[in-house]
């Protein structure tokens, strides 16, 4: 344990534009009681804004869906 608090690692809970982050952040608001993820929880980072605010992206996700990740889609029968 030591030589982690001696990394940079020991930071993780600082840096939010990762996915360790995006999960922590994710879990605290289904901890709190949204436990169906309504509206679904979805990450936006900085990288992200030069393609779009996050109502495009979120349009390439399934509504409301557990988790899909971008470009996602189930086939239409």
């Known amino acids: 344990m030591a030589s982690l608090e001696e990394s940079p690692l020991s930071d ?35 990288w992200q804004e030069p393609f779009g605010p996050p109502e495009a992206w979120e349009g390439w996700y399934q509504k409301n869906a557990y988790f899909a990740g971008p470009l996602y889609r189930t086939r239409s029968r």
């Open 12 to 46: 993780w809970h600082l840096w939010t534009e990762t996915d360790e982050w995006g999960y922590v952040d994710w879990s605290a608001r289904i901890a709190s009681g949204n436990w169906l993820d309504v509206p679904a929880w979805r990450s936006y980072f900085s």
